[in-house]
């Protein structure tokens, strides 16, 4: 009788994250039918950076396109973070309340950091080199999203998953952040030199101190 009784509910429990998941295919089939050109530039960013060179100017930085796959990104790693901490013993991967939370505080985190991107850069006059700069790392950073969407689906779907696998995704993911950071580094090196105490600021306020914050709350709670 009990037994019969707690096969619905863990049945119920995967709906949500396949709810999640078909939404997720279907904001890549909107952006891949509504801008289909600009999805194919953007599907080769691994080999190609041609999709950065067409897509520069700053108006594509809020435009749908992005906005479609920016909420893909937080998808994919809101629930590849829960993923991660039900791996480790910290939270339950069904637990839907949970990644409403990582999905918001990821929002939350990354649009305020936007913001004080802008008003930082607005106080140096460095408005233009900011947004260029935003939507390079945008471009990388929700291409990694898209990748990291079938990883997803296999690891909620998986059972028994090592902590090895997990710190080996992570590695990896960090790697590749780091990889691409320094493509946009290099990319706008020149820019860079000419506002170098406002990228140092930057950096120390914007892409360092927020992490720091994360990393230390998260091991402290």
Not at 193 to 221: D, V
Request: net charge positive; proline share 1%; glycine share 4%.
């Amino acid at each position: 009788m009990n037994e019969s009784f707690l096969i619905p509910r863990a049945i119920q429990t995967t709906d949500w994250a396949i709810f999640v998941f078909i939404v997720s295919f279907v904001l890549i089939a909107l952006a891949r039918s509504l801008f289909e050109t600009r999805f194919a530039e953007f599907s080769r960013l691994a080999i190609s950076d041609k999709y950065i060179k067409v897509y520069r100017d700053n108006s594509n930085l809020m435009s749908w396109f992005n906005i479609m796959l920016f909420v893909l990104h937080l998808i994919s790693l809101a629930f590849f973070i829960q993923l991660a901490l039900s791996g480790f013993g910290f939270a339950h991967k069904g637990d839907w309340l949970l990644f409403i939370r990582i999905f918001g505080l990821l929002g939350v985190f990354i649009l305020s950091k936007y913001l004080i991107e802008k008003i930082i850069a607005a106080s140096f006059n460095a408005e233009e080199f900011v947004e260029q700069f935003n939507l390079q790392k945008v471009s990388y950073r929700t291409y990694i999203g898209l990748l990291l969407l079938p990883i997803d689906i296999i690891l909620y779907f998986s059972s028994g998953m090592s902590k090895t696998i997990y710190f080996a995704l992570i590695a990896i993911i960090l790697l590749i952040n780091a990889l691409t950071y320094a493509v946009s580094l290099r990319n706008y090196q020149n820019a860079l030199l000419g506002k170098l105490f406002y990228f140092i600021l930057y950096l120390c306020a914007l892409e360092i101190a927020p992490y720091y914050f994360m990393y230390y709350w998260f091991t402290k709670s």
